[in-house]
């Protein structure tokens, strides 16, 4: 990677990764807060999944939303509005008076995250160079995981004090460092092109990319977005592009249903439920886990061109289904309580470095690529919406879920799932490591399995 001359363009997606930073501060949060809230407004069960989920009902709203409005006013403006979204929840949820307005703000948080979900790797696709678009792309998903430890760190000072008005309010900091950030950063070359401003375009282009030679990217601006005028929505239900479909649709289900976010929303709750001693221990434990997200994270960013797709998706799912087994059993097993809160502890690491090598960032990445190119923005959105969805469906059942299959049963199933996920990613999900995304059209284009382009190509 040039530095020098791709300086700018790194300071870009770092300050526009802060959104992502965000979005992973307000989704783990609320995983020790709610152990404060329960007790202030005395919650039960029901109303603390209620709570909890409150910011995936924005996140959908937000993440439906997104698109439209980012095309029609820009990515960067649109960014600009979740900052200030994010600020302004952070603030309504820190001095709500009661939990009706408390969910609200919720609410208003959720709308932000999703659409920071949507617009955030838009922008900086969209600003990068094509040899270094993959790390940037993937810096965002880093300071999702980064949001997490930092929220789970703020839980812990706090946790002595149960001052969980403070671990909400808090961001409003990177709120305003994103809002004035991104005030100074330019719009996205690719959306002034659409709106017609060539010459603006061109530009800014030669600004972030430092130099006056841009004349065959404006050339590919030109002819992506003329491809994509052609797309209607009933192109997604052409025969020839609906495994790319299933694909990208199937992994997002499956991110949501094996369980993650039971982990990064609950984590506290369940190592409570393991008998690991105090709140405060229990999310300073919570931290380490979240610590492992994000090493784990990096090394996934660092293989994925490696190793390949499927082979890490099929390795973290295996250490998915185990663990997930093996809480089951240690939740199960009467003579394992001594110990079974530092079991748990364990199970939850590898489960969460499991997920961090495979489907955390896998799936974001492989919905990038296994789209054609007229298709791909109306296919990314439904499978982001499907993946807000069902992380909805998961938050508001998982305590409901306990008390019906009790807390083993309740890990038995996530992992009963997890092998259906391992299914269908070894019998459906192709390997993409090594082909252009052209290649990975033709060959859905053809009806064939984009495993065998290797072998046309070489013919």
């Avoid at 932000?112 to 160079?129: C, K």
């Avoid at 690719?190 to 004349?215: F, P």
């Avoid at 709750?269 to 008998?275: Q, S, V």
């Avoid at 923005?377 to 019906?404: E, H, K, P, Y």
Wanted: charged share 15%; glycine share 10%.
């Amino acid at each position: 990677m040039n530095l020098g001359k791709n300086r700018f363009v790194i300071i870009i997606a770092t300050i526009t990764a802060i959104g992502g930073l965000l979005f992973g501060y307000d989704t783990g949060v609320i995983s020790g807060a709610i152990l404060f809230i329960r007790e202030a407004f005395t919650l039960s069960g029901t109303a603390q999944e209620i709570v909890v989920s409150a910011v995936l009902i924005g996140a959908v709203i937000g993440a439906s939303i997104s698109g439209v409005l980012a095309d029609k006013y820009g990515r960067r403006i649109m960014i600009i509005l979740a900052a200030i979204i994010f600020g302004l929840g952070a603030i309504f949820t820190a001095l709500t008076p009661d939990v009706y307005t408390l969910i609200a703000g919720r609410i208003g948080v959720g709308v932000a995250i999703g659409m920071a979900s949507f617009i955030v790797p838009l922008y900086i696709a969209e600003v990068a160079p094509a040899n270094i678009r993959g790390a940037l792309v993937s810096l965002n998903q880093l300071a999702i995981t980064v949001g997490i430890v930092v929220s789970y760190l703020v839980n812990y000072y706090f946790a002595t004090t149960g001052e969980w008005r403070w671990m909400l309010g808090l961001a409003v900091i990177p709120s305003i460092i994103l809002g004035v950030g991104m005030y100074f950063m330019p719009p996205s070359p690719r959306w002034l092109y659409s709106r017609g401003a060539m010459d603006k375009a061109r530009s800014v282009l030669e600004r972030i990319r430092m130099t006056k030679n841009v004349n065959d990217e404006m050339k590919e601006i030109r002819e992506s977005l003329i491809c994509e005028k052609e797309c209607k929505w009933g192109d997604l239900l052409d025969p020839v592009v609906r495994p790319a479909l299933i694909v990208g649709i199937g992994l997002a289900i499956f991110q949501q249903l094996t369980g993650i976010n039971t982990v990064i929303y609950y984590a506290p709750t369940i190592l409570l439920f393991a008998g690991l001693g105090s709140a405060a221990a229990s999310i300073l434990a919570t931290a380490g886990i979240g610590v492992i997200n994000v090493l784990l994270t990096i090394v996934s960013i660092l293989l994925i061109d490696k190793v390949g797709r499927r082979p890490l998706l099929l390795i973290g799912l295996v250490g998915m289904i185990i663990s997930l087994g093996l809480l089951g059993m240690a939740f199960a097993l009467p003579g394992l309580s001594a110990s079974l809160g530092w079991l748990a502890v364990i199970c939850l690491m590898i489960y969460v470095g499991s997920f961090a090598i495979g489907l955390g960032p896998v799936f974001w990445l492989m919905i990038s690529e296994i789209y054609p190119l007229r298709i791909r923005g109306r296919a990314m959105s439904i499978a982001t919406l499907a993946n807000w969805g069902f992380n909805l469906l998961v938050a508001i059942t998982f305590l409901s879920l306990i008390q019906f299959l009790g807390t083993p049963g309740t890990f038995w199933l996530y992992s009963i799932i997890g092998v259906g996920a391992f299914i269908f990613v070894y019998a459906l999900v192709p390997e993409t490591k090594g082909k252009s995304l052209e290649e990975i059209e033709a060959i859905w284009l053809m009806g064939k399995n984009p495993d065998e382009i290797k072998e046309k190509v070489e013919k």
